[in-house]
């Protein structure tokens, strides 16, 4: 039986799954404008950034290349969304699809990483 750990952590990045696949979908859709107030943008990409550098330096050994992961495409998010309002509105959609692919990659790797963590007891 799969411990409750792990069961949170696959439904946590199967969240960040279908986070990342609505922001493409926005993206393709191009219902994409800078807000009236970039600074919201500007705030959400640092806040984002310092979310990945504290998950980072707060990382356990056990983790390793899990805790990289989800530490490192929270910071690539924050700098794809912090760029959003200081480029052209031209490329507005292009960063928020990279965004997006990024949550969408971290999903996919992040849950199969948590379904191969040694205490995950489950088939391989």
């Not at 550098?53 to 290349?65: H, I, K, T």
């Not at 997006?100 to 849950?111: M, S, Y």
Request: a positive charge; charged letters at 15%.
């Amino acid at each position: 039986m799969p411990k409750t750990a792990n069961l949170f952590r696959l439904l946590n990045e199967f969240i960040i799954l279908l986070l990342g696949a609505l922001l493409i979908l926005l993206a393709v859709d191009r219902g994409v404008s800078l807000p009236s107030r970039p600074s919201a943008m500007l705030a959400l990409g640092v806040l984002l950034m310092y979310w990945g550098v504290r998950a980072w330096l707060q990382r356990q050994d056990r983790e390793g290349g899990a805790v990289v992961l989800r530490s490192g495409s929270l910071v690539l998010v924050g700098i794809l969304v912090l760029a959003i309002p200081l480029m052209p509105l031209r490329y507005a959609d292009v960063l928020l699809a990279l965004a997006g692919g990024v949550l969408v990659t971290r999903g996919l790797l992040g849950g199969i990483l948590s379904m191969r963590e040694p205490g995950a007891n489950l088939p391989r």
